[in-house]
């Protein structure tokens, strides 16, 4: 007779409080559905308050407005869920920006460099701090950051001040990994390859050619939805990633893996 419990996964995070910066669209909203079904408390934090507050009623959550890129509202957000709900659990640091006038090195200027990087990387570098506060005294936790395919190859359709932030969060995201493995708290980079997320149809309706190129060179032959990039980060999360810290987690159709996609 097999006395092995039944594993429900839909329950995975049931009683664990996620901290999600960007969550009001895109990855950060499709990931904020994804673990409260699986039992988590969200707490969103955006800088828009209209679509921050419809995510947050969208998943019986709280809304808290931050500037990813202030150090006092940064640390408000995390102790807001610390205070509200009694724990952070998981911070998926995820806020980013992908402007126009960051491009190829020869045209950016540094007013636009410094911009991408300060909501890019510095957030992330604010957030994990924020959240290690919290984690540190509990002796658990699990921080997930979002960095890129570009972290990790470069990319002929430049944008340098972008490729260079999620360099940085990848980079970044290892060493946390590693320094705090010993205290319980997992620390990993999700690196996804294009997904189709507002930000790109934005790309697509901009500069249709640009966008079509970056197409040709996935394998899988489509962009990501952000429902499977939200499954990623929720495995991040849990339990079922406990031995899982310090990794470049990819989820890219393939892409940094193919020399030719096939035909």
Not at 10 to 27: C, D, N, P
Not at 59 to 86: I, S, Y
Not at 123 to 144: D, E, F, N
Request: hydrophobic share 45%.
């Amino acid at each position: 007779m097999n006395d092995i419990a039944p594993i429900d996964l839909t329950q995975r995070l049931a009683g664990k409080v996620a901290v999600i910066t960007g969550g009001g669209s895109g990855i950060g909203l499709a990931t904020a559905r994804r673990m409260r079904a699986e039992g988590a408390t969200i707490v969103i934090g955006d800088m828009d308050p209209a679509s921050g507050q419809a995510a947050a009623d969208a998943v019986d959550g709280r809304f808290v407005r931050v500037d990813v890129t202030d150090e006092t509202q940064v640390n408000h957000l995390f102790d807001t869920a610390a205070e509200a709900f009694g724990s952070v659990d998981i911070a998926f640091n995820n806020a980013g920006i992908s402007p126009d006038d960051d491009d190829s090195i020869e045209v950016t200027e540094l007013p636009a460099w410094e911009k991408v990087q300060d909501v890019n990387l510095k957030s992330v570098y604010l957030c994990s701090r924020a959240a290690l506060r919290h984690m540190t005294r509990q002796g658990s936790g699990s921080i997930i950051n979002t960095a890129s395919f570009v972290a990790v190859m470069g990319s002929a359709t430049s944008q340098i001040s972008y490729t260079a932030s999620k360099g940085g969060v990848l980079a970044m995201t290892r060493e946390l990994g590693v320094q705090f493995a010993r205290q319980g708290i997992r620390v990993n980079a999700l690196c996804p390859g294009p997904v189709n997320t507002p930000l790109l149809q934005e790309l697509f309706a901009k500069d249709p050619e640009r966008a079509a190129r970056r197409l040709v060179h996935i394998p899988v032959g489509r962009f990501a939805r952000p429902e499977e990039l939200a499954a990623s980060v929720a495995f991040l999360a849990s339990d079922d990633a406990s031995f899982i810290t310090a990794a470049t987690f990819l989820v890219d159709g393939g892409l940094t893996s193919a020399y030719t996609t096939p035909v």
